[in-house]
């Protein structure tokens, strides 16, 4: 048995006026499946696109190593030429993933192969920020620092997305001081006599195919698998709700710092403290 889930709603198309009055103001998640049929990326965006025209960039890599005193803020664990990383990642599966990449700042011609949709969020006009991974990599339990509302759009491939709404958390093993759960939960088939906390938990899941958007409401819990090798386009607005734009500038400018100074200070012991402290917060929650 796993954690409760339930398919996340989906739809061919949308209005501007439907999506933002039953889900952006519901904060309730939306997969729309055609949004993009009429991108130049939808017939183009695939590994050998990418390849071809970025293969000689170097690209950050990240794997699923377990968080390090030694470790920077988002600090990359690798790095490859795109080239590279495209044959490895068409090759066999690997853990090393591209995570949080402004990759169209490097080559400004992936602009002209997407448009900035009309769908009722006033979106972040900076560059998308593009994620790769390989067959059954994985991206930990987390959400943004900054508690963004997401639309996220997949290419080359398939991919699975979990979500949990911020009225989860108590039962989410938060690691104090950060963004993520437990590193050391397998959320596909989680060990309930360990994190019985889970067994509270209700989430949402969904399989993202080639061209198809998922939006994620500010705050979100989401934990992605990497069905096939692919990778995904994030486009972001500013949270709505007060309370969370305060906590988005806390992470930012506060919570942090205050993190790596710990780290810093206390190395390994402070990880170990926090890893320990999620466990005993969250089983009080039961």
Not at 66 to 75: A, I, L, Q
Not at 183 to 203: C, Q, R, S, T
Not at 233 to 239: G, N, Y
């Amino acid at each position: 048995m796993g954690i409760f889930l339930e398919e996340i709603e989906r739809v061919k198309t949308i209005s501007k006026e439907d999506f933002y009055n039953n889900y952006v103001k519901k904060q309730k998640p939306i997969v729309i499946e055609q949004l993009t049929n009429d991108w130049p990326a939808f017939e183009k965006w695939n590994l050998n696109y990418i390849k071809e025209i970025a293969g000689d960039k170097t690209v950050p890599l990240y794997d699923d190593r377990p968080v390090s005193h030694k470790d920077g803020f988002n600090e990359a664990h690798a790095k490859m030429k795109m080239s590279d990383y495209v044959d490895l990642l068409q090759s066999k599966p690997t853990n090393y993933r591209i995570f949080l990449y402004n990759l169209m700042q490097e080559v400004p011609q992936l602009k002209h192969d997407f448009k900035w949709p009309k769908i009722g969020l006033h979106l972040v006009k900076q560059l998308p920020m593009l994620f790769f991974g390989g067959e059954n990599s994985k991206v930990f339990m987390h959400f943004d620092i900054d508690y963004s509302n997401i639309l996220h759009f997949h290419f080359h491939g398939k991919k699975r997305c979990m979500l949990f709404s911020p009225t989860e958390t108590p039962y989410m093993y938060k690691v104090p001081y950060s963004l993520i759960s437990r590193e050391d939960i397998d959320f596909d088939n989680p060990d309930f006599e360990k994190w019985p906390a889970l067994k509270k938990v209700k989430g949402l899941v969904c399989d993202l195919n080639h061209g198809e958007m998922l939006y994620m409401p500010e705050g979100y819990w989401h934990y992605m698998k990497y069905v096939t090798p692919g990778f995904s386009m994030s486009l972001r607005a500013f949270p709505r709700k007060p309370i969370n734009l305060l906590k988005a500038v806390y992470n930012v400018f506060i919570m942090r710092h205050y993190d790596n100074f710990m780290r810093r200070r206390k190395g390994q012991a402070w990880i170990d403290y926090k890893n320990e402290q999620a466990i005993i917060k969250t089983n009080k929650n039961i």
